[in-house]
């Protein structure tokens, strides 16, 4: 195992440590892993959490017009409900707190005890679920469809709506009305390697990639050959409009690296996303490509569309000063 750690126990401890360092707007509490800015904006507080390893996603999308706080688990863990209480109360600025989460049962679980905690407190909160993988059914049977990389933009979207001094049903609303409206399909063509752990969680043959896995290394859809960018465009993109209806629609698109694709082919893919859109009657409104929610270094992408409305555009166009998501 390569890797520019110390000790692979305190990885997350020291990146969040890292982060903090050079981002002096943030402050970092080492005794709840948790990444929150330094001024209190006196308006609605917005948080997240997960397990750690998809970086930037999430400390990194701390910052004005985004995110107030970030929650971080160990290495693709859940955080524990006492690190989430910390991350509420480091966020609340008196007018409420609204939680952004993937749906992953893990993280459901903690963040519904931390939420009935802080509300004793008197903290009010609101919770609202991203599923937008649609390389996984939404059934109600089990827990369902996995969020992934689109849970960025309902960030994006519901941090404007806070910055811009709505109330907490209202920046709540337009959350959910992003997270309806968002689908996203990825593939892999690499593992990765846990620190702790210290060998790759799963195998891919020289010529062989992975539709629809997850970013813990999930099962996907189908083992394949290696793909055109042409080809893994519209494999991806015909996936994600089987599931959502986007014609004639204004779509924020979101292009991104699972940790160790390069730019180079990142924006080859764009292309032919672009191509592949205009030609289904579906208008690309705004372009995000890099990496934005990856799994370690695994090689690979995904593809996410956002339905765009009027509200939607200027929020996703709104200033951000996030370390990892500037406007």
């Known amino acids: 195992m390569k890797k520019i750690i110390n000790d692979p126990n305190r990885v997350v401890s020291d990146m969040l440590r890292g982060l903090a360092v050079a981002n002096p707007d943030v402050e970092y509490f080492p005794e709840a892993e948790v990444v929150a800015l330094k001024e209190k904006s006196g308006k609605v507080?917005?948080?997240t959490g997960g397990g750690s390893g998809h970086e930037p996603s999430f400390a990194g999308y701390v910052g004005k017009g985004m995110l107030t706080a970030a929650i971080a688990g160990n290495v693709f863990a859940s955080p524990s409900p006492d690190r989430i209480i910390k991350g509420f109360e480091a966020a609340d600025s008196g007018k409420g707190v609204l939680a952004v989460i993937m749906n992953y049962s893990g993280d459901l679980m903690n963040f519904d005890m931390a939420k009935e905690m802080v509300e004793m407190e008197g903290i009010e909160t609101r919770i609202v679920i991203v599923k937008d993988d649609v390389a996984v059914p939404d059934r109600e049977d089990s827990t369902g469809r996995r969020g992934i990389a689109g849970t960025v933009l309902v960030h994006k979207v519901a941090g404007a709506k806070a910055a811009a001094g709505a109330s907490l049903e209202e920046v709540a609303a337009v959350a959910q009305k992003a997270a309806d409206n968002v689908r996203t399909m990825g593939m892999s063509m690499s593992s990765c390697t846990i620190p702790a752990v210290g060998k790759p969680g799963f195998s891919l043959g020289e010529n062989e990639i992975e539709i629809g896995m997850g970013i813990h290394g999930e099962p996907g859809l189908e083992r394949t050959g290696v793909k055109t960018a042409k080809e893994l465009a519209s494999a991806l993109i015909e996936r994600i409009l089987a599931d959502y209806d986007y014609s004639g629609s204004q779509v924020a698109v979101l292009v991104n690296g699972l940790g160790a694709t390069p730019l180079m082919e990142l924006n080859i893919l764009t292309g032919?996303?672009?191509?592949?859109?205009?030609?289904k009657g579906i208008?690309?409104?705004r372009y995000f490509v890099g990496n934005y929610m990856t799994s370690l270094e695994m090689a690979g992408c995904s593809i996410t569309l956002m339905k765009l409305d009027d509200e939607l555009k200027e929020l996703i166009d709104a200033p951000c000063e996030a370390p990892s998501f500037r406007i």
């Open 45 to 47: 507080g917005l948080i």
């Open 272 to 279: 032919e996303v672009d191509d592949l859109l205009k030609e």
């Open 283 to 285: 208008t690309p409104y």
